[in-house]
Structure formats: structure tokens, C-alpha cells
């Protein structure tokens, strides 16, 4: 939220001097909870524990001890735990039946009120109406959302009019690095698939 403000502020030509209340929150010893302790969420750890943050999971299956230790994470068992105790909820899901709109009116009630809710998943995952009500009614601080339901969102979306929501067009993966990796991971598929050996990256149903 300050950041896009800030760039405004930083470029408007009608400033003349930068306020000195104009705080953020930090993120170093906050207490981040990652919901969906995959591989994209083990690795969010990684660059968390960078910032000395204190990290909750909440996970299908709990991580080894050893992952556990080498990040410093902490597994909740009950999704409602942390989301009480987290300053930043991030999602880090796949979206399936069972996560379908996973975080709604009564999951965000549980949150604290100076939380903000983060979501690299998938749109669908939130319940956009209870996001809307909740950023609106100050139940949640904010939202980061790099993905929505639809995409783009309809131009007169309430989420788009709000002041404590960041939006990104799905660029989470944005880079040049990151796609021709993505590329070079699905022809080494296709040649496996092709020359009848194991696939790389295959997905075994749960």
C-alpha cells in the first residue's frame, strides 16, 4: 500500500516536502503463516527466515522435522490458529474443490486486525465479496493480491477502488529467467514423454 502511494507521492508535481508520519509495518520479527507448505511455500520460508520473521504452516501434510528446523517454521494443525496469530497470511495453494473460496467471511474474522492477506495461489481461493466487506470495514489492515477471480477483474470491481489493496496481473513468475526455466522444464517433459522415459515434473493424483 505505501509503496504504490509512496511512487505517487515521490512523482506528483504538486509535492513539495515528504511527510514524516508516513509509517509502515515491518516485516522483520513479524509472524508470517503460509498456508499451503508446498515447494513455492517452502521456498517463501527460505527468503522468510532471511528476515528473522517467525513462520507458521499449515499443510495438508507436516514437513519433516529437519525441513521444519532448517527454516524455522512451525506447524499449525488448525488453519484457525494461525491465521490468529499471523501479522502476514500468505496463500500458497492449489485451487481443488476443497480450497475453493478457503478463506471467507469467518476466516478473515479470526484474522488480527493489523494483518494483511496475501495471495499467490489462485483468485478463487478468497471469497472476493468477504474480502471486499473486510478490507472495507477495517476487520483486516490490507490485502496483496497477485491473482483474482475473474482476471482481469471486471473495471468496476469494488476491490479496485479500495486504498489498502494491491493488485498485480499475475506476474508472480514474470520474468525472463523464470519463463524460459518454465519452457525448458515442459520440452524436457515432452522429449520424456517421446523417448518412453520417466517424467520430470509429473503429477500424480492425490
Not at 508535481?13 to 517452502?42: C, H, N, Q
Not at 494461525?82 to 474474522?109: A, C, R, Y
Not at 496483496?144 to 489498502?164: F, I, Q, S
Not at 526455466?181 to 517421446?194: F, G
Amino acid at each position: 500500500m505505501y509503496l504504490h502511494a509512496g511512487c505517487q507521492i515521490a512523482v506528483s508535481p504538486g509535492t513539495k516536502y515528504f511527510a514524516v508520519d508516513w509509517l509502515g509495518v515491518e516485516v522483520t520479527r513479524a509472524t508470517l503463516g503460509i498456508i499451503g507448505m508446498g515447494s513455492i511455500g517452502y521456498k517463501v520460508a527460505q527468503r522468510a527466515r532471511a528476515f528473522n520473521m517467525r513462520i507458521l504452516y499449515h499443510n495438508r501434510n507436516r514437513r519433516r522435522k529437519e525441513e521444519e528446523e532448517a527454516v524455522g517454521a512451525h506447524y499449525c494443525a488448525k488453519m484457525e490458529d494461525l491465521l490468529q496469530q499471523s501479522d502476514f497470511v500468505m496463500l500458497v495453494v492449489n485451487l481443488t474443490p476443497e480450497t475453493h473460496k478457503l478463506i471467507g467471511k469467518k476466516e478473515l474474522g479470526l484474522m488480527k486486525p493489523t494483518a494483511t492477506l496475501i495471495n499467490i495461489s489462485r483468485g478463487a481461493v478468497i471469497d472476493q465479496d468477504a474480502l471486499v466487506e473486510a478490507l472495507q470495514n477495517k476487520v483486516i489492515r490490507a490485502a496483496a493480491l497477485d491473482v483474482t477471480y475473474p482476471e482481469p477483474l471486471p473495471r468496476d470491481h469494488p476491490l479496485l477502488n479500495l486504498n489498502n489493496v494491491i493488485i498485480t496481473p499475475h506476474i508472480g513468475t514474470a520474468t525472463v529467467q523464470a519463463i524460459s526455466m518454465m519452457a525448458e522444464e515442459a520440452i524436457a517433459n515432452m522429449l520424456a514423454v517421446l523417448n518412453g522415459q520417466p517424467i520430470p515434473s509429473e503429477v500424480f493424483p492425490k
